[in-house]
């Protein structure tokens, strides 16, 4: 009985530590995968995972609102109201609130005295604050953060096939697409561009650039800049997050072409 308690215990020991041994394994590759780049990873067998997430600095705005004339007191297009007569219309904490009047004049314009105007009460124009004791009538619209907005964005690995020799950096679209089979989605949203050494976004960086957008990607020429040459970038892109890289077999395949 002591044998087979014995037996039992070591072969207990024996498999928690296989399993954990097997943990370790599988992290230390998982962060490996991370600091190599695709193809690295591809031949490894791991299909790097695009991150999706919503980012803070994409926002929507809400339909436009009208619920109230400048009658009686005035124009009340208060959030509370609008809430409650447009359910699931607005998100729970608007970022920012807009007001014009229904011929497209904005509140401030229009040069009237508002007595609230924030994403927590509203807007309201009272007509007794009016010197000619009137109020246009106005619309308003919020503007929120995702998920209100829909679906998130996925982001690319960071690129950086270009060093800034020769004429400039050069993150074209077009090349990275060729030396990355399948791992860029077809019709970007967005670019990101930082610098190699300091992470600093290239809008920070002062330098000019002659291509900037998630459609051609991303150059920067040494004419352009009054130093006469560029810093070093990296470069990466906002699918939607519906896309999905092509299988690791199939990629394989392609490189090996």
Known sequence: MIKWLSVAIVAGLVLE??????????????ERSDETDFASSLSL???????????????????????????GTGDWE?????????????????????????????????????????????????????????CNDYRVRFSCHPPFCGAGVCWTQWYDRDDPSGTGDWELLSNLRLENPGAICDSPLYIEVVTT???????????????????????????DQPS??????????????????????EILAQLSD
């Open 17 to 30: 530590s296989s399993q954990l041994a097997l943990n370790v394994s599988t992290s230390t590759l998982v």
């Open 45 to 71: 067998g791991i299909m790097p995972e695009l991150p999706c997430y919503y980012p803070t600095h994409i926002r929507c705005w809400t339909d436009w609102f009208d619920r109230d004339n400048p009658t």
């Open 78 to 134: 208060t959030l509370y109201n609008l809430r409650i007569e447009n359910p699931e219309k607005i998100c729970p904490k608007p970022v920012q609130i807009e007001a014009q009047t229904l011929s497209g004049i904005s509140a401030a314009a229009a040069g009237e005295v508002i007595y609230r105007s924030d994403t927590t009460s509203g807007f309201i124009c009272r007509i007794k604050d009016q010197p000619d004791k009137k």
């Open 197 to 223: 050494d300091t992470l600093t976004p290239a809008i920070s960086t002062g330098d000019s650039f002659y291509i900037f957008n998630p459609t051609q990607g991303f150059v920067c020429r040494k004419t």
């Open 228 to 249: 006469g040459t560029c810093r070093d970038y990296k470069v990466r892109f906002g699918c939607p997050c519906s896309y999905k890289p092509l299988p690791v077999k």
